[in-house]
């Protein structure tokens, strides 16, 4: 089992920053790709990011149009923890922000369905 925890989560105003961390612990790997997804209330789940592990695409990153720019996702093989940092934050951006980790050797990266193991989520505000 892989247990997933964010962190950094809070309340901001537009144009703001925050870093979220994923901190990864149990059977896990450096070649896991990891995964940023969001979910605002009412809407669907949808993908925000992802880095793909080591040994694989060398970690290469993916991003959803909605944050291309104002997003970057990078992670430390070492602590095997995954950060989102967050720019010019708007107000669309409000979400709970979910950290995903997928075991599976291909497939695509933009799907909730490639992740097998899910963090609990952390809230992220920003005000108008």
């Known amino acids: 089992q892989v247990q997933l925890v964010e962190s950094g989560g809070g309340l901001v105003q537009a144009g703001g920053s925050l870093r979220l961390s994923c901190a990864a612990s149990?059977?896990?790997?450096?070649?896991?790709?990891m995964g940023w997804f969001r979910q605002a209330p009412g809407k669907a789940r949808e993908f925000v990011g992802a880095i793909v592990g080591i040994g694989r695409i060398g970690g290469d990153t993916y991003y959803a149009d909605s944050v291309k720019g104002r997003f970057t996702i990078s992670r430390d093989n070492a602590k095997i923890t995954v950060y989102l940092q967050m720019n010019s934050l708007k107000p669309d951006d409000t979400a709970v922000y979910y950290c995903?980790?997928?075991?599976?050797?291909?497939?695509?990266?933009?799907?909730?369905?490639?992740?097998?193991?899910w963090g609990q989520g952390t809230q992220v505000t920003v005000s108008s």
């Open positions: 149990g059977r896990t790997s450096s070649s896991y790709a």
């Open positions: 995903a980790a997928s075991s599976y050797s291909s497939g695509t990266v933009y799907y909730h369905t490639f992740y097998d193991y």
